[in-house]
């Protein structure tokens, strides 16, 4: 059997986690890293090359998919356009008030070159949207509720870090009990998401860093934590590691609906993850397998999660998903 061959475009906790869960797909392989740091600096796992970023575009024959890891309040509206020119790809880009203009950009370059990008694989976006089109299509006459959390958000801690003075970070977003409760109990409110959450964010800063400043720049960062009731806590390098260097998630999709004469049904699906960049990486490395088969079937531009049939995410030939028992 001819493996998919994978490539990884930046080696952080997601790069890490899709390094981790090839081994667990035997129709693959992964062949190269790129990084934008010093290649010296890097042993991955894998023990695979590591290779300049400058020079990544150079490998478009000997990828199949690029699984581009980056972040997406800065890294992934640059790289996932410029290699979905380059390659099939896939990216867990999270910002979702940006995603139409996310998706339009990666578009042009996907079809102009006859690639397939599949954006957004993450579990939020990812499954849980998977899953809020699934109840609603089932239960159009209905409210559906998305929380995340407690755990912590990698896209947020990684916009913090972005902060001038900022040395690491890390995000817990935390559901209010109060609003969590209500919807399980039936109930159908209008909820802002001040009134689902809050935020804590714990900062390492750099000697001498404003950290008014940056406590500032966190709490009215648009798109983030404007709109959320968040809470700074500026803490010791060796805080953050013996209390924060896990990174579990998790979070909960609800939808209460009604059918004939008011007869209520509610839905949940439950994420809880002990490894969120272990999972993330999972979940996209799934998406490369059908980034790979849409595009062998002629099939180019960009995707979302929504356009992808679980049979193209399976290993499993569609002979033995019907043997399984799944369906």
């Not at 890891?69 to 410029?82: R, T």
């Not at 407690?150 to 003075?165: K, L």
């Not at 609906?257 to 994420?271: A, F, S």
Request: proline residues 4%.
């Amino acid at each position: 059997m001819r493996k998919i061959k994978i490539g990884i475009c930046g080696y952080g906790n997601i790069g890490k986690g899709v390094e981790l869960a090839i081994s667990q797909n035997p129709d693959m392989e992964l062949v190269r890293i790129f990084t934008r740091r010093n290649t010296n600096d890097i042993i991955p796992v894998s023990r695979v090359p590591v290779i300049p970023y400058e020079d990544i575009s150079r490998y478009s024959n000997a990828i199949d998919v690029m699984v581009v890891c980056g972040g997406s309040a800065k890294d992934l509206p640059e790289q996932s356009p410029f290699l979905a020119g380059h390659f099939n790809i896939v990216d867990s880009f999270d910002t979702h008030n940006k995603l139409m203009q996310h998706f339009s950009e990666i578009d042009k370059q996907a079809l102009a070159n006859e690639k397939v990008a599949i954006i957004s694989t993450g579990w939020d976006p990812g499954d849980f949207s998977v899953q809020r089109v699934n109840m609603n299509s089932a239960l159009p006459a209905g409210s559906t509720y998305t929380f995340w959390g407690p755990g912590v958000s990698q896209g947020h801690s990684d916009a913090i870090r972005q902060i001038e003075g900022v040395k690491d970070a890390r995000q817990y977003t935390v559901p209010k009990d109060i609003a969590l409760n209500c919807i399980r109990g039936g109930k159908t409110p209008v909820l802002t998401e001040r009134e689902k959450y809050f935020r804590e964010c714990y900062v390492v800063a750099e000697d001498g860093a404003d950290q008014s400043a940056i406590e500032n720049s966190i709490k009215t960062m648009e798109d983030y934590f404007a709109d959320y009731d968040t809470k700074v806590f500026f803490i010791s390098e060796r805080d953050m590691k013996e209390r924060h260097s896990k990174m579990p998630h998790g979070g909960f999709v609800y939808h209460i609906g009604t059918t004939g004469d008011g007869n209520k049904h509610i839905i949940e699906y439950k994420l809880q993850l002990d490894s969120n960049p272990e999972y993330t990486g999972s979940v996209m490395l799934s998406y490369a397998r059908a980034a790979y088969r849409m595009n062998r079937n002629g099939e180019k531009g960009a995707k979302t999660v929504l356009d992808v049939s679980p049979a193209m995410r399976s290993i499993m030939t569609r002979e033995e998903l019907l043997k399984s028992g799944w369906i």
